[in-house]
């Protein structure tokens, strides 16, 4: 059974929420979030977020990129 790990996105398109569910047991280097039709890339920082009283990781948005057809 995985876990999912609540994340804070910061930055990129302001139609994403901040607070994303990472359906993995383990922290990843990069998330890539689809919206449209491209992918919304986000990078790890060493920053924590806290919410309601829930520690955070920080992602930061990078770049966005095109689905291929």
Known sequence: ??????????GGPSDIPEIHGVKSGSIEERLKIPR??????????PDFEDVGG???????????????E
């Open 1 to 10: 059974m995985s876990q999912c790990l609540l994340v804070f996105l910061k």
């Open 36 to 45: 449209g039709n491209g992918y919304e890339h986000f990078e790890i920082t």
């Open 54 to 68: 829930v520690r955070m990781r920080v992602y930061q948005w990078s770049y966005r990129t095109a689905i291929a």
